[in-house]
C-alpha cells in the first residue's frame, strides 16, 4: 500500500476558486484534482528533462 503524507497549504483565494471549478469538472475532490495537477506537472518536468 502507498504511504500519505498530510499537509497543509494556503492559497490565494483566485487559486482556491479554480481548483474548486477544476475539481467540479473533473468529478473529483479538490486533493484528488491537486494530486492529479501535481503528478501531470511531474510528468512535464521529467519530459523537458529528457
Not at 500500500?1 to 490565494?12: A, E, G, I, K, N
Not at 468529478?27 to 521529467?46: D, F, P
Amino acid at each position: 500500500m502507498q504511504s500519505l503524507s498530510r499537509t497543509q497549504v494556503r492559497f490565494p483565494g483566485e487559486l482556491m476558486e479554480w481548483l474548486k471549478q477544476q475539481a467540479k469538472e473533473q468529478n473529483r475532490s479538490m486533493n484528488a484534482q491537486l494530486v492529479e495537477i501535481l503528478k501531470q506537472a511531474r510528468i512535464g518536468e521529467k519530459n523537458a528533462q529528457a
